[in-house]
Nanobody
Framework: QVQLVESGGGLVQSGGSLRLSCAAS????????MGWYRQAPGKERELVAV???????NYLGSVMGRFAASRDNAKNTVSLQMDNLRPEDTAVYYC????????????????WGQGTQVTVSS
C-alpha cells in the first residue's frame, strides 16, 4: 500500500505565496519521479511541475519563474513553493508519485494524493 498526503493549500490574494507539501508512505522501494498536477473548474488536469529521478525539473510554462519544486528522496516528500500567485492558478493541486516500485508489486505504477485546494483572489 502507498499513500500520498498533501497539505498547505488555502486562500491567498493575488501576488501572494503558498507552499504545498506532499509525503508518500508505504512499502516503497523506489519512486521514479514526483510532481504536482492541478485541475481548475471545467478544465482537464495539467502538469505543473515534476522532478525526475536524476533531479532535473520540468515546469508548466505559465508557472516558470514563479513556482519551484523540491524533492527529498530519503523522506519520499515533494514540495511546491508558489510565489506571485495569480487568480488563474486557482485549482485543486494533486501530488503524484510516478513509476513507484513497491516491496510487494511486480510492476511499477503511479499513485495520486487526494488533492488540496488553492484559491487566489483578485
Amino acid at each position: 500500500q502507498v499513500q500520498l498526503v498533501e497539505s498547505g493549500g488555502g486562500l491567498v490574494q493575488s501576488g501572494g505565496s503558498l507552499r504545498l507539501s506532499c509525503a508518500a508512505s508505504g512499502s516503497i522501494i523506489r519512486i521514479n519521479n514526483m510532481g504536482w498536477y492541478r485541475q481548475a473548474p471545467g478544465k482537464e488536469r495539467e502538469l505543473v511541475a515534476v522532478i525526475n529521478s536524476d533531479g532535473t525539473n520540468n515546469y508548466l510554462g505559465s508557472v516558470m519563474g514563479r513556482f519551484a519544486a523540491s524533492r527529498d528522496n530519503a523522506k519520499n516528500t515533494v514540495s511546491l513553493q508558489m510565489d506571485n500567485l495569480r487568480p488563474e492558478d486557482t485549482a485543486v493541486y494533486y501530488c503524484k508519485a510516478g513509476g513507484v516500485r513497491t516491496h510487494w508489486g511486480r510492476a511499477e505504477r503511479d499513485f495520486w494524493g487526494q488533492g488540496t485546494q488553492v484559491t487566489v483572489s483578485s
